[in-house]
């Protein structure tokens, strides 16, 4: 697939999980690929393994919910590879001390949750854009989530940062249409990533057999894995989803279609 020649993509929270494999396929794809993260351990080595199989790649140690961090990746991203093209604001936290009512959540944990998941979208995107506009348009994809339409309960950081980041995104989209950057997002259900494991790691028990009982939840028989996000970013940063802005796209295994989802999926973390 050659669709991402000469493309320069940012991916945050590209060191692990969903983000990881997705920074992959894009550069495996012909990308040129930022991979954005606070850890630095693991994007170190994730950009390592991509160079090592002869991709383009760059690691920034980025916080998104600060500005000059967001400000330092775009710039880095046209100072190694010319521009951006395609931004992924992929990264975000569900602490697993943060299962709290609004009562009880502090001032700390919103602010840390809704800067990264909400707060993050925005930084990138305002530093991201006006290099879009250079070369003649762009993409932004946004990860919000199923938490973004329905809710489960003690997550309200995280549902308001979810449901922000799909009122961003429609938002975004008609302003940046007519210099044709579209704007996107994408709904997850439960996916196998580190912060999933994390929470499901807090039940006790054998990690993979709760994982078994999420995917038990879910009409489709199993939890998601970060190639079935990949397969879908990938599609909508591509010129085959030209006529597509302003939308979200749920990709769930039929959470969403089931009703009570929170429920039946026994617990979900979803993007990280």
Not at 241 to 258: K, N, P, Q, R, W
Request: include cysteine.
């Amino acid at each position: 697939m050659a669709e991402f020649n000469d493309k320069v993509a940012i991916v945050t929270g590209g060191a692990l999980g969903m983000g990881s494999i997705t920074a992959y396929e894009f550069a495996k794809s012909g990308a040129s690929v930022v991979v954005a993260d606070i850890d630095s351990s693991a994007g170190e080595q994730r950009v390592a393994r991509m160079r090592d199989n002869g991709l383009s790649a760059l690691f920034l140690q980025t916080d998104v919910s600060v500005a000059a961090d967001c400000e330092r990746a775009v710039a880095s991203a046209v100072a190694e590879f010319g521009g951006v093209d395609v931004l992924f604001n992929n990264a975000g936290i569900q602490p697993p001390d943060s299962y709290l009512n609004v009562e009880d959540t502090s001032e700390e944990t919103w602010d840390k949750i809704t800067g990264v998941n909400l707060k993050g979208h925005f930084l990138m995107s305002k530093y991201a854009i006006p290099e879009m506009r250079k070369r003649g348009g762009g993409v932004i994809i946004n990860n919000a989530s199923v938490q973004g339409l329905q809710s489960q309960p003690l997550v309200p950081a995280y549902a308001a940062s979810k449901g922000g980041a799909l009122s961003l995104t429609r938002q975004m989209a008609l302003d940046y249409a007519p210099e044709r950057i579209r704007v996107l997002a994408i709904c997850p259900g439960t996916i196998d990533t580190e912060m999933v494991r994390t929470v499901a790691s807090q039940e006790g028990g054998d990690i993979d057999q709760t994982l078994v009982r999420y995917g038990a939840g879910h009409p489709i028989g199993r939890i998601g894995q970060g190639e079935d996000i990949a397969a879908l970013v990938l599609f909508l940063a591509s010129d085959a989803a030209s006529f597509m802005t302003g939308s979200h796209v749920v990709i769930d295994g039929g959470l969403m279609a089931l009703g009570a989802w929170a429920g039946g999926a026994g617990g979900s973390g979803t993007d990280g």
